[in-house]
C-alpha cells in the first residue's frame, strides 16, 4: 500500500445557498509534488482553505488525515503546528521589513522577549541558502522582486518545519526565470522530503513537475491521474478540466450583427506594483453593435486589468495603444471621458467597486447617469424616483421598493442594480466583468436576457467570464487571452471549451521584460 | 483591483448571499414605523430639552434663554454645518478653530485697523477663508495627504498666522453693524402685538414664523402632489397633518417665546438661510450626491465618473468659506478679534456632526442632524450650568454623551452587518 502523507476524504462544503465543495476526495504520496487543476471557481481554494484549518473543522464534512492522524484543525495556527503551510499567490509578507524579519514572523528568534539578531540573521541566511536566494538578510523586502520574495515565502515556510507545502498559483506573478528557478526549487524540495501540492493553470509546468495531478471540477473530484502511470498531456487535463455538457441554460438568441462600435489597437498596460511588467501585451480587439463578445482568460490572464485599462485608465501605468469609436481616434483619460464615449463598465467586485451598499437602489441606480437626471446641477429627484421604478419592474429587481438599501440585497439584484446603473448612461459599448459571479442559476438566466436585449437594441457587448460555457452559450465571437496576450479569436460556430482552454493556457513563448 | 486575488477565487466559489431583508433598530408604533437610527436623534434631542426644562424648573425655556443658546453657539453650529460635508465624504477638518481665529483677526485689521468698508472687509474676509479651504483642499484631494494630517498642519499654521496678524493682543471694537450681525436683534419693524398672558411680543418676528410655517406647508405639500404624480407611496394623510402641525407647533412656539424677548436674533436668521441651502445642497443637488457617494465607496464613486478630487477640494474650500463666517460672527459678539479665538471650536464641531449621526466612515450624515447635534450638545452646556454644575461635570457628560452617540451608531450598524 502507498504511503500517503494526505488523505482527504467526502469532503463537502457548503455556503448558504451553494454548494462549494461535493464529496471531494483527496490523496497525497508522501514525498511527491501534487498538481491541483480545475477552472476558475472550481473550488480548488476552498478545498486550501479547509485543508488548513481556514474553514474550521465543524464547518465542513468530511474526514482529514495528515501523517496517520485524523485532524480537526480550529485555525491556520493549528494545520501549521501539524507541519502544513499554505502560500497563497497574494504574498503574506509584510514589505517594510527585512528577510530575515518576515522568515521568522511570528515565530522571532528570542531570547526572554528580546530578539537575537545574530541567530535571526545567521538561521535565515541558512535557509535563504536552501531556497536559492542570494540577498543580505537585512534587505527589506520591498526592495526584491517577487519572484524572490516568493522565495522569502517558502523559507519562511522551511522554518516552520513543513511536512506539506501548498502554493496557490505560484508562478502567476513571475517571469520565465524566476518560475523555471521556483520549479527547480520545489523538485529539490521534494528530493529533501517536503511533499508539495501545487495549484497552478500553466499545464506546461504541471505535466513538467508533477508527479501526479487532482483535476476538480463544479466542486467535485472528477480523477487524480498518476503521470508515470497514465500518459497524461496537457490535452488530457484540458478535456478532465472542461467535460460538462452545455445544457439549456441560455435564453435563445438571434444576433443582428451592425457596424464596428469600438476598436482597441496594440492596447499595453503595465503594472503599477511591478513597473517592467506588461499586464496586457500588444491587444488588439473589436466589438460591433449588436454583437456580444466574450473575452476568455484564466485568473491572471490580465482580462479585468485590460477592461479598467480601456474605462478611462482605472488601471496600469504606461498604457499605450489607440481606441477607436464608431471608427473614429478617441482619447480616453478619465471615466468621465469613458461615459462621454458611450463606454460602461460593471465591475467583477461589485461590493468594492460597483455600488454603494449603505445607499438604497434609486441612488445607486441614478449614481453614474446623475447628470441626465438634473438640470444645472439640481437633481429632479422625482424623475430619479421614476427611473429606478422603472429599471425595478423591468429588470426584475427584487427589494420592497427603490428606497431599499442596496447591501442588503442578494448578489443577482445587486448586480441587476449595477447593470440598470449603466443602462442609464446610454451606453454603446458596455463591459461586463464577470456578470455572473456568485449569482444563482435562475438569476443567471435572467441576467443572460438581459444582455441579449441590450445587444438587440443596438449595444455592443464585451463579456468577459471565467466559465467557458458561459461564453460559448451567450457569445457570439470569443477572444482568448493569455499572459496578457490575445491568443487566439473563435466565432461561435468553431469555439469549443477545449480550444478555449488551449488558447488559454497557451504560453507565450516570447520572453517576458 | 486585478482578477488575481484568491479572495476572488473563493467568492466566485462559494457565491449566493443570504436573501432576507431584515430590519434592525425599527421600531413600529401603531401605523409609524420608526427608523431608530435615522430619527434617534431627534427623540434624544425632545428627551434631553425635556429632562432640562424639569431640572431648571422650565427656566431653560424662558425667552431670554432660548435667546442665548441661539446666540452663543451660532458660531459652533455654522461650523458644523461645513463640518458634516466634510465628514460624509470621509474626511475631517482640526483647522476650524485656528480659522476661526485668523479670519476673525483678518476682519478685524481691515475694519479696525485699516477702517475698510465693513460689506467690503466681510467680503474680503470670506475670501480669505475660502482660499484657507483651498491650501487644505489641495493637499487633501490633489495631492493625496490624509486630511487628518493636512487640518491637524493648519490647526497649527493659521494659529500662528492669527498671533502674527494680531500681534499677540486682541484688536476691536467692531463696527456697530457686525456687531449686530453677531449679537442682535431684528429691529420691531411693525410694533408689538398683546398675547394675552404671555404679554407683548414683535409682530415682524410672528408674521415671519407665519411666512415660514406657510412656506413648510406648501414646499411639503407640492412635493407630496409630485410624488403621488409620479406613483409614489406617500404618508397617509393623517400622518402628513400631523407632522405639518408640530412643525409649525415647534416654529411657533420658538418664535413666539423669541418675539416675547427681544424679537429674531440676526444669527438665528442666518443660519435658518445656512441650514435651508445647504440641506438642498446635500440632497437635490448632483454635488451633495457625489459627496454622499464618495464617502460611501469611494472606489465606485471613482469608477461611476465622480470627480472625486474636484469634489473633496470644493468641500475644504466650502468649509474655509463657513469657519470665515464663524470666525467674523464670534469675533463680532465678544467685540475683538484675540489670539486665542476659536480654541477648541473644531472638536465641538465635529462633536455635533457625530452626535447628529454622521459615521465615522463616511457617506451618511445629515445638515439638520449636525445642527441637532450642536443644539444637544448646546442645551447640556446652558441646562447644566442653569442648574449650576461645576465645568468639569459638564465635559464629563458631553464626552460620554459624543461616545454613547457613536456606540448606539455603531450598534445598530452591526445589527444591521449581521443581517447582510
Redesign the interface.
Given at each position: 500500500m502507498t504511503d500517503h502523507i494526505l488523505r482527504m476524504t467526502g469532503i463537502t462544503k457548503t455556503?448558504?445557498?451553494?454548494k462549494?465543495l461535493q464529496d471531494v476526495n483527496l490523496s497525497v504520496r508522501r514525498g511527491e509534488i501534487h498538481a491541483i487543476c480545475g477552472e476558475?471557481?472550481?473550488?480548488?481554494?476552498?478545498l486550501m482553505?479547509v485543508l488548513s484549518g481556514v474553514y474550521p473543522h465543524g464547518t465542513y464534512e468530511g474526514d482529514i488525515h495528515f501523517d496517520g492522524e485524523r485532524c480537526a484543525f480550529g485555525g491556520i495556527r493549528d494545520s501549521e503546528h501539524a507541519g502544513i503551510v499554505i502560500i497563497?499567490?497574494?504574498l503574506a509578507l509584510s514589505p517594510q521589513l527585512s528577510i530575515a524579519e518576515n522568515v521568522f514572523l511570528g515565530n522571532e528568534r528570542a531570547k526572554r522577549g528580546v530578539i537575537d539578531w545574530n541567530r535571526t540573521n545567521y538561521e535565515a541566511g541558512l535557509l535563504m541558502k536552501r531556497v536559492g536566494l542570494r540577498e543580505n538578510p537585512t534587505t527589506v523586502v520591498s526592495d526584491i522582486g517577487v519572484g524572490k520574495q516568493q522565495l522569502v515565502e517558502i523559507a519562511k515556510a522551511l522554518s516552520k518545519e513543513v511536512k506539506l507545502l501548498i502554493l496557490?498559483?505560484p508562478t502567476?506573478?513571475l517571469n520565465d526565470d524566476d518560475s523555471a528557478h521556483l520549479l527547480d526549487l520545489l523538485r529539490g524540495l521534494r528530493d529533501e522530503g517536503i511533499t508539495c501540492v501545487i495549484i497552478s493553470h500553466k499545464l506546461n509546468e504541471v505535466t513538467a513537475i508533477a508527479d501526479s495531478v487532482t483535476i476538480i471540477r463544479d466542486?467535485r473530484t472528477i480523477e487524480t491521474l498518476d503521470m508515470a502511470a497514465d500518459e497524461v498531456t496537457e490535452d488530457r487535463i484540458i478535456s478532465g478540466m472542461v467535460g460538462r455538457a452545455l445544457d439549456n441554460r441560455f435564453p435563445p438568441h438571434e444576433p443582428k450583427i451592425g457596424e464596428e462600435a469600438l476598436r482597441i489597437e496594440d492596447w499595453t498596460v503595465h503594472s503599477p506594483s511591478q513597473p517592467g511588467r506588461k499586464?496586457v501585451d500588444g491587444a488588439s480587439l473589436t466589438l460591433r453593435r449588436g454583437e456580444i463578445v466574450g473575452l476568455a482568460g484564466l485568473?491572471?490572464?490580465g482580462?479585468?486589468?485590460l477592461a479598467?485599462s480601456v474605462?478611462?485608465r482605472?488601471?496600469g501605468i504606461n498604457i499605450s495603444g489607440k481606441i477607436f469609436k464608431n471608427g473614429r481616434p478617441v482619447e480616453i483619460r478619465?471615466?468621465?471621458d469613458?461615459?462621454r464615449h458611450g463606454l460602461a463598465?460593471a465591475?467583477?467586485?461589485r461590493k468594492?467597486?460597483?455600488?454603494?451598499?449603505?445607499?438604497d437602489i434609486k441612488?445607486n441606480v441614478?449614481?453614474?447617469g446623475?447628470?441626465g437626471l438634473?438640470r444645472r446641477?439640481?437633481?429632479n429627484?422625482?424623475?430619479e424616483?421614476?427611473v429606478a421604478?422603472r429599471f425595478h419592474k423591468s429588470m426584475n429587481i427584487k427589494?420592497?421598493?427603490v428606497s431599499?438599501v442596496v447591501?442588503?440585497?442578494?448578489?443577482g439584484n445587486q448586480q441587476k442594480v449595477v447593470l440598470s446603473?449603466w443602462i442609464l448612461t446610454e451606453p454603446d459599448v458596455l463591459i461586463l466583468d464577470?456578470p455572473t459571479?456568485?449569482?444563482?442559476v435562475g438569476a443567471k438566466y435572467e441576467i443572460y436576457t438581459i444582455i441579449n436585449r441590450l445587444a438587440d437594441e443596438g449595444k455592443a457587448v464585451l463579456v468577459i467570464s471565467?466559465e467557458l460555457p458561459e461564453l460559448l452559450g451567450l457569445c457570439d465571437r470569443v477572444y482568448a487571452l493569455s499572459e496578457g496576450r490575445i491568443t487566439g479569436e473563435l466565432p461561435r460556430g468553431e469555439a469549443t471549451q477545449e480550444r478555449l482552454m488551449q488558447l488559454m493556457t497557451q504560453a507565450t513563448t516570447t520572453g517576458q521584460e | 483591483?486585478?482578477?488575481?486575488?484568491?479572495a476572488?477565487?473563493?467568492?466566485?466559489?462559494?457565491?449566493?448571499?443570504?436573501?432576507e431583508?431584515?430590519r434592525p433598530g425599527r421600531v413600529s408604533l401603531g401605523g409609524l414605523s420608526l427608523n431608530l437610527r435615522s430619527s434617534g436623534i431627534y427623540i434624544a434631542f425632545a428627551l434631553i430639552v425635556a429632562l432640562f426644562s424639569v431640572l431648571t424648573d422650565g427656566a431653560l425655556l424662558t425667552p431670554q434663554n432660548i435667546s442665548n443658546i441661539i446666540v452663543q453657539n451660532s458660531y459652533i453650529l455654522i461650523l458644523a454645518i461645513g463640518m458634516i460635508l466634510v465628514i460624509i465624504a470621509g474626511h475631517i477638518d482640526l483647522s476650524v478653530g485656528s480659522v476661526v481665529a485668523v479670519t476673525g483677526a483678518i476682519s478685524a485689521v481691515l475694519m479696525v485697523n485699516m477702517g475698510v468698508p465693513w460689506p467690503l472687509a466681510l467680503l474680503i474676509t470670506v475670501a480669505a477663508g475660502a482660499l484657507i479651504g483651498a491650501w487644505q483642499g489641495y493637499w487633501v484631494a490633489y495631492f493625496g495627504i490624509p486630511a487628518f494630517i493636512v487640518t491637524l498642519a493648519g490647526m497649527l499654521l493659521f494659529r500662528a498666522l492669527t498671533l502674527t496678524v494680531l500681534g499677540n493682543q486682541g484688536i476691536g471694537p467692531f463696527p456697530d453693524q457686525v456687531r449686530t450681525l453677531a449679537n442682535g436683534f431684528t429691529s420691531g419693524y411693525l410694533g408689538n402685538v398683546g398675547l394675552g398672558p404671555l404679554g407683548g411680543a414683535d409682530l415682524f418676528s410672528l408674521l415671519v414664523a407665519l411666512v415660514a410655517i406657510a412656506g413648510m406647508v406648501v414646499s411639503q405639500w407640492r412635493t407630496r402632489t409630485?410624488?403621488a404624480?409620479?406613483?409614489?407611496?406617500v404618508e397617509p394623510f393623517a400622518v402628513f397633518v400631523v407632522k405639518m402641525a408640530a412643525g409649525a407647533a415647534l416654529i411657533l412656539f420658538l418664535v413666539v417665546q423669541l418675539a416675547r424677548f427681544k424679537n429674531l436674533p440676526w444669527v438665528l436668521v442666518l443660519l435658518a438661510v445656512l441650514v435651508l441651502g445647504y440641506s438642498l445642497l446635500a440632497?437635490?443637488?448632483?454635488?451633495g450626491?457625489?459627496i454622499?457617494?464618495i464617502g460611501?465607496?469611494l472606489?465606485?464613486?471613482?469608477?461611476?465618473?465622480?470627480?472625486v478630487k474636484k469634489v473633496v477640494f470644493w468641500i475644504f474650500v466650502n468649509m474655509g468659506v463657513l469657519a470665515a463666517i464663524a470666525g467674523v460672527i464670534f469675533a463680532g459678539r465678544l467685540n475683538q478679534a484675540g489670539p486665542t479665538a476659536g480654541n477648541m471650536f473644531e472638536l465641538d464641531a465635529i462633536a455635533a456632526a457625530f452626535i447628529g449621526g454622521a459615521?465615522v466612515q463616511g457617506?451618511?450624515g445629515k445638515v439638520v442632524g449636525a445642527i441637532t447635534g450642536g443644539l444637544i450638545m448646546a442645551v447640556i452646556n446652558n441646562g447644566m450650568s442653569l442648574i449650576g454644575s461645576p465645568s468639569e461635570r459638564v465635559m464629563l457628560v458631553k464626552g460620554l454623551v459624543l461616545l454613547a452617540a457613536v456606540a448606539f451608531d455603531v450598534w445598530t450598524k452591526r445589527r444591521?452587518g449581521a443581517?447582510?
Open positions: 455556503f448558504p445557498g451553494v462549494a476558475n471557481g472550481a473550488g480548488k481554494s476552498t482553505k497563497h499567490q497574494e496557490d498559483e502567476a506573478a466542486g499586464v485568473m491572471g490572464a482580462r479585468t486589468e479598467m474605462f478611462g482605472t488601471y478619465t471615466v468621465q469613458a461615459i463598465y465591475t467583477e467586485d468594492r467597486y460597483g455600488l454603494n451598499l449603505i445607499e441612488r441614478s449614481a453614474a446623475l447628470s438634473s446641477g439640481w437633481v429627484e422625482h424623475e424616483y421614476a421604478e427589494a420592497p421598493s431599499s447591501g442588503k440585497l442578494s448578489g446603473k464577470e459571479r456568485g449569482i444563482d471565467s | 483591483m486585478s482578477s488575481t486575488t484568491p476572488a477565487v473563493a467568492a466566485g466559489a462559494t457565491g449566493g448571499e443570504p436573501e431583508p431584515k409630485a410624488r404624480g409620479y406613483g409614489q407611496a440632497n437635490k443637488t448632483v454635488f450626491r457625489q454622499y457617494a460611501g465607496n472606489q465606485a464613486a471613482v469608477m461611476s465618473g465622480v470627480k459615521a457617506g451618511v444591521a443581517a447582510a
